[in-house]
T-cell receptor, first 116, second 116 residues
């Protein structure tokens, strides 16, 4: 069985600062995919970034980067130069196979609030 | 990224009626779509996996006769909540798997169902 743990229920960060959202996972599958999604108050789930378990380099996507530490089973999301529009719920998720063929298992989420 | 639409975005119905929610992949074909349910301030819980041309796979504890899923084409899956009751009130959100993007799941904007 897969499990995702997000230990930060809420975070407050000053605008323009960098923020790290924690995510640890547990799985017995040798290959898997890790995802981060953003859910603003409107409710839609916005895909941010993907990391495959066999990818050698950490994934980056604009201001988002994923700090993937396989030995520690962690996949923290780093947002650089935070903006007011970054305020939202953030969910870490994983899939059983490298290419997301299976269902996603979600963490409980972190509510990020950016302070002006 | 890929675009997934959901309709309606919000629905209010009387207890005992049935409600149909549509999920469409607008710019890609999706052989697999997923239906989630989200209670306030909680994470997403997978209800079922919808496969084009075959029966849906339901998660444990989800009543297949209550939540009917039809994946009639490569771009459309529907969820019908039959004989809805107030406890079915929730946020329902679908996702579609895009094989062009490492099989990343892209989410629709969600449907808020309120059963009176």
């Amino acid at each position: 069985a897969q499990k995702i743990t997000q230990t930060q229920p809420g975070m407050f960060v000053q605008e323009k600062e960098a923020v790290t959202l924690d995510c640890t996972y547990d799985t017995s599958d040798p290959s898997y995919g890790l995802f981060w999604y953003k859910q603003p108050s409107s409710g839609e789930m916005i895909f941010l970034i993907y990391q495959g378990s066999y990818d050698q380099q950490n994934a980056t996507e604009g201001r988002y980067s994923l700090n993937f530490q396989k030995a520690r089973k962690s996949a923290n999301l780093v947002i650089s130069a935070s903006q007011l529009g970054d305020s939202a719920m953030y969910f870490c998720a994983m899939s059983a196979t490298r290419f997301g063929n299976e269902k996603l298992t979600f963490g409980t989420g972190t509510r990020l609030t950016i302070i002006p | 990224g890929a675009v997934v639409s959901q309709h309606p975005s919000r629905v209010i119905c009387k207890s005992g009626t049935s409600v149909k929610i549509e999920c469409r992949s607008l710019d890609f074909q999706a052989t697999t779509m997923f239906w989630y349910r989200q209670f306030p301030k909680q994470s997403l819980m997978l209800m079922a996996t919808s496969n084009e041309g075959s029966k849906a796979t339901y998660e444990q504890g989800v009543e297949k006769d209550k939540f009917l899923i039809n994946h009639a084409s490569l771009t459309l899956s529907t969820l019908t909540v039959t004989s809805a009751h107030p406890e079915d009130s929730s946020f329902y959100i679908c996702s579609a798997r895009d094989r062009r993007s490492s099989d990343t799941q892209y989410f629709g904007p969600g449907t808020r169902l309120t059963v009176l």
